[in-house]
């Protein structure tokens, strides 16, 4: 891991796999970290520059006040400063789609390429929303342990969690609060991605607990370079992960087309 602080003050952890091909930057979903991207790292990162990034408040890239997707979009395009980095393609799952989208927005000259995987570009549901507010909660008031389980399920499907229940239950009150605000609160990006004019690959999870499949189908709807949606049969929410084994394939072609 290498830390860098942004102009603002943030600090910020990431992991550069190195590798001579172009630059891809990876960005995690909600309580995950830069380990999350580890099938990808082994399928593909001798042919790509990898650049993995602990988003703000997961992993070791903490955060000590309230921000948005923005900010956390601002993080990395530091990152890929940092490490002269002039362009880049992104890949993200669930929260790092709208981080993804809104780095593309911010600094459209940068982004080559977009994978978005089982994300959305619209606001969460109100209900769902409140319902996961209170989940954090509970998480709170009477410990992890009487949610990781349903937690884990909605995230992960049926793929085992142990390797990532442990960090979540170490996550600290403050910092949970502050990553589901971010997340819950989030404005809407699906009518502003139609300036994305860049090659754009959205993959989604036929058995996705979070977002059914028309969320993805308005991304591809949305954005004028989007391929063809991918649906991945029996596909969980975090599916670059659950299902790296289905996934792998379509990223590195579309990886091949477009870099």
């Excluded at 927005?105 to 929303?129: F, M």
Aim: proline share 6%; net charge negative; charged share 20%.
């Amino acid at each position: 891991m290498a830390t860098l602080t942004t102009a603002d003050g943030q600090s910020v952890s990431y992991v550069d796999h190195g590798g001579d091909g172009p630059a891809v930057v990876l960005l995690h979903s909600y309580l995950m970290d830069v380990t999350m991207w580890a099938p990808q790292v082994a399928a593909f990162g001798d042919r790509y520059r990898l650049i993995a990034i602990d988003e703000r408040g997961h992993g070791d890239t903490p955060a000590t006040a309230p921000f948005d997707h923005w900010d956390v979009a601002r993080d990395a395009l530091a990152v890929m400063d940092a490490l002269d980095v002039s362009r880049a393609a992104v890949i993200g799952t669930s929260q790092g789609g709208f981080v993804a989208m809104r780095m593309a927005l911010l600094a459209p000259e940068r982004i080559t390429a977009l994978a978005l995987l089982g994300t959305s570009g619209e606001p969460e549901d109100e209900q769902v929303a409140a319902a996961y507010e209170q989940l954090a909660e509970v998480w709170i008031a009477q410990g992890p342990e009487t949610v990781i389980e349903a937690v884990a399920k909605i995230c992960l499907g049926d793929y085992d969690p142990s390797g990532w229940t442990p960090k979540w239950s170490a996550v600290e009150p403050d910092r949970l609060r502050l990553i589901m605000s971010a997340l819950v609160s989030r404005e809407g990006v699906l009518d502003r991605i139609g300036a994305i004019e860049v090659p754009a690959l959205v993959l989604h999870g036929t058995a996705d607990l979070a977002y059914p499949v028309a969320k993805a189908e308005a991304l591809v709807a949305a954005l004028p370079k989007a391929e063809p949606l991918v649906l991945v049969d029996g596909g969980a929410h975090f599916l670059s992960l659950t299902h790296s084994g289905d996934v792998n394939p379509h990223l590195e072609r579309f990886l091949g087309a477009t870099l």
